[in-house]
């Protein structure tokens, strides 16, 4: 069974950079894709985020494009997200998900961290 954890949150400054990592473990991940979600308070979960794992192809939400970039290393079944040039309303709990083969969406799910976004 996969299981996702995220790392990397914390706070920081508009305009600042954080850089989030998920790391997939229990067994080597050959799934189908995996995804950076964000949740601020009152909020739906949103796609922030996404890369297929085969290919590499990517996502990307609207609010994020030019500002986030996702990467992975798949040695270290590991998946990131560099956010450069922050903004306050990308404080929330950024979720890490992953969609193994044969489900039909995001079936693993990490707990979140928290990023905060001070102006």
């Known amino acids: 069974q996969v299981r996702v954890t995220e790392s990397g949150g914390g706070l920081a400054q508009a305009g600042g950079s954080l850089r989030l990592s998920c790391a997939a473990s229990?067994?080597?991940?050959?799934?189908?894709?995996m995804s950076w979600w964000r949740q601020a308070p009152g909020n739906e979960r949103t796609l922030v985020a996404s890369?297929?794992?085969?290919?590499?192809?990517?996502y990307y939400a609207d609010s994020v494009k030019d500002r986030f970039t996702v990467s992975r290393n798949r040695a270290m079944n590991t998946l990131y997200l560099q956010m450069n040039n922050l903004k306050p309303e990308g404080t929330a709990v950024y979720y890490c998900?992953?969609?193994?083969?044969?489900?039909?969406?995001?079936?693993?799910w990490g707990q979140g961290t928290q990023v905060t976004v001070s102006s």
């Open positions: 890369m297929r794992w085969a290919g590499g192809s990517t």
């Open positions: 229990g067994r080597t991940f050959n799934g189908v894709a």
């Open positions: 998900a992953a969609q193994s083969w044969g489900a039909s969406d995001y079936n693993v």
